[in-house]
């Protein structure tokens, strides 16, 4: 399958065309006359998932504070249990899990600042984008930590009180999220409902182990943030032949991927408490971000000018190369709900750069295997294959640059980063895999 030129064709067409409705902004369209009415839209579409309650919302691209705003809050931390030579670190580290709870995928360029007064720390969160408070707020979750209660010796079980309360049932055990290295979202296979699978330590899985053992026929509750998840029974034949590290059960997939979120992010070492809460304006006017892109849609107009004067057919081919490379990464943009900011926008400009340079590579040594004598077949084949090697080293060094950006920069720089390593993947995609295929089929003759 897709071994011809033109299933490969069909292939990309389909492709393209979706990446197109995608990346497609919503345009009203709407037209009268005494005879019809339309009034419908093109693109910005929000698809619902079949047999789920999940949607994939393309309605917009996600964008960064500098040009849409977003929420900040400012968080309180509650140093009275550490000692003053610990109290910067803990600060450090409280910022660093806030940043890999709200930016586990590094690409909504959070910006997190630790400022302190008069010996209070507190810690300044700006999200993106974001314009529900609540949504934020439950983002940044509390203390995220998971421990295992046992029920009270001084209390007989099974309870016959009702107006216990939970907290008065329950207390603390020797077993808690400390003692984990991860968490992971998986189903149950029998029930197809989704868990929480916890990774113990070795030492942690022991203590767990001695535990159940300990309280057979009783509950172990398991609280996250003194909320109760679960309160499972331990059964003789579980205390006896425990071998595997326990889950959690009972939780929707969103509720089950919000909690592992926050458990794999780990524990913050202290308590933490929002004092403030607000709405925050762009930092740039609208009017700046629309130069920026009225610049690159120039920059993109004038190469494509280029690529048509000097290589004529091939510039044609490349493009359309350039188009279906400006779809397919404004697409993945969406897919990923990766922010649009404006180091983002350079990014994905310098990256068309990039792939432009691709097409000149080739086509140059195709023009020269021409002016050597060798047919056009025989030259579009040399100009690709002797081509790629100069391209692959390029572009490889470019990837490992915006990787150490990523790894090590923050906020706007990992934006750029990113977009920029996107760029660069479909740049080889678009202008070595699918202008070889054009450049096939369409392509048997060339001016030298």
């Known amino acids: 399958m897709f071994k011809s030129n033109s299933s490969k064709l069909v292939l990309i067409t389909i492709l393209a065309t979706l990446a197109f409705l995608i990346a497609l902004p919503r345009i009203d369209i709407k037209y009268s006359t005494k005879y019809f009415n339309i009034n419908s839209y093109l693109g910005g579409y929000i698809v619902n998932i079949p047999f789920t309650n999940k949607f994939l919302d393309f309605s917009d691209f996600k964008k ?5 705003g977003g929420v900040k809050l400012v968080i309180k931390l509650d140093m009275s249990q550490i000692p003053d030579n610990g109290k910067q670190q803990a600060a450090e580290s409280v910022r ?9 995928l590094g690409v909504s360029e959070t910006a997190t600042y630790i400022s302190q007064t008069n010996g209070e720390y507190r810690i300044i969160v700006e999200i993106p984008g974001q314009k529900n408070l609540e949504s934020a707020i439950k983002s940044i979750g509390s203390t995220a930590q998971l421990k295992f209660k046992i029920v009270d010796p001084k209390i007989k079980w099974p309870i016959t009180d009702s107006n216990l309360k939970i907290n008065e ?3 603390d055990s020797n077993v808690s999220g400390k003692d984990l290295i991860g968490s992971e979202v998986s189903f149950d296979s029998t029930k197809n409902q989704p868990m929480i699978q916890l990774r113990f330590s070795n030492e942690g899985r022991e203590k767990f182990s001695n535990l159940v053992k300990q309280n057979v026929k009783k509950p172990i509750g398991i609280f996250l943030d003194d909320t109760l998840l679960q309160a499972p029974i331990v059964s003789e034949d579980l205390a006896n032949g425990l071998t595997s590290d326990p889950t959690i059960t009972g939780l929707d997939l969103e509720s089950a991927k919000n909690v592992s979120s926050l458990l794999r992010a ?3 070492p ?8 607000s709405l925050i304006g762009a930092t740039l006017g609208q009017d700046s971000v629309n130069k920026s892109l009225l610049a690159g849609f120039i920059g993109l107009f004038i190469i494509i000018i280029f690529l048509n004067i000097t290589y004529r057919k091939l510039g044609f081919i490349a493009s359309i190369c350039l188009l279906i490379y400006v779809f397919f990464v404004l697409a993945t943009f969406k897919l990923l709900n990766v922010v649009i900011s404006l180091p983002g ?14 097409c000149i590579l080739i086509f140059e040594r195709v023009k020269e295997e021409l002016r050597w004598g060798k047919p056009t077949s025989i030259a579009i084949i040399n ?7 100069s391209i692959k080293d390029s572009n490889l060094s470019t990837l490992i640059a915006a990787f150490i950006l990523f790894q090590f920069g923050s906020g706007f720089v990992k934006g750029f980063a990113l977009t920029l390593a996107i760029g660069i993947v479909f740049s080889l995609i678009c202008c070595v895999y699918i202008s070889r295929i054009l450049v096939n089929t369409f392509v048997k003759d060339i001016e030298k």
């Open 64 to 68: 960064g504070l500098d040009i849409e």
């Open 96 to 104: 660093d899990i806030l940043n890999r709870r709200i930016n586990f």
């Open 169 to 171: 049932i329950f207390i």
């Open 266 to 268: 780990g524990a913050l």
């Open 270 to 277: 202290v308590p933490i408490e929002i004092v403030q809460q």
């Open 345 to 358: 926008i350079a990014g994905f400009v310098f990256s068309i750069g990039v792939a432009c340079d691709a």
């Open 383 to 389: 100009g690709y294959e002797r081509a790629w090697s």
